[in-house]
């Protein structure tokens, strides 16, 4: 068995917009990335990255709070993506706590808005399998 | 996941002992801080959180940390964080709030 992902898998969750379940999201991150073989510290930041995304989306859509939001985990080789997908546009707040956080914790945060919908994409490498 | 609190009066140091482990998020940073300040309302002194069984802490909870050493300001004080574990260290450093406490012991994970 390998600890990493040959071809690219993609797990799914989709989540009440209530900050109770912001724990399982947590949970799933840790789960694929412990899959996937990041290391402690790497397995931590994604935890805590992807819980600074549902604070995100759901600070910012109280509105909303009985439509769901989507989080897939991108597994390719030695990078885990992570889209979180909501419903209505979102204020991209660079100054966000949170934003600021994610940009610290991952290598790569973009968001993405339409009238209709927003997505926060952010990934991370497998450092071990950079060089 | 939640959190538990175990606070007593420091007779000696004249402050609040308090130790703090499990998860604190968005679920539960509010009544975090609403326990925190009851204690800061009932005595105003300095504060010693206990960090060594605090597996995780997220944007909401370090704000309610924030609300609470603004009460602990306004009478004088200061709180003092200790055994804070790396990874939540590391988060504290990325938001600058390590310069805001006072960080005592940082522990292994």
Known sequence: MTNLASEQECIQLSLPLNAAYVSAARLTASSVANRMGFGTDEIEDIKAAVSEACIFIIKKLPALQKSNFLIQFHMRKNVLSINIQTQGALANDSDEMSLVMIKALMDRLDIENDKDNTTISMAKSHKTELF | ?109
């Not at chain 2, 009932?42 to 704000?63: H, P, Q, R, W």
């Not at chain 2, 055994?83 to 940082?106: A, R």
Request: some cysteine; overall charge negative.
């Open chain 2, 1 to 109: 996941m939640d959190y538990q609190m175990d606070a007593v009066f420091d007779e000696e140091s004249k402050c609040w002992s308090v130790s703090i482990s499990g998860e604190v998020d968005i679920f539960n940073s509010a009544d975090m801080k609403k326990s925190l300040t009851a204690l800061i309302n009932e005595k105003n002194t300095d504060m010693v959180l206990d960090c060594k069984f605090l597996d995780y802490i997220d944007s909401t909870a370090l704000g309610a940390l924030v609300g609470v050493l603004k009460n602990v300001r306004s009478y004088g004080g200061s709180i003092h964080l200790r055994n804070v574990k790396p990874s939540l260290s590391k988060l504290f450093k990325i938001t600058n709030l390590d310069k805001v406490f006072i960080m005592e012991g940082d522990v292994n994970d």
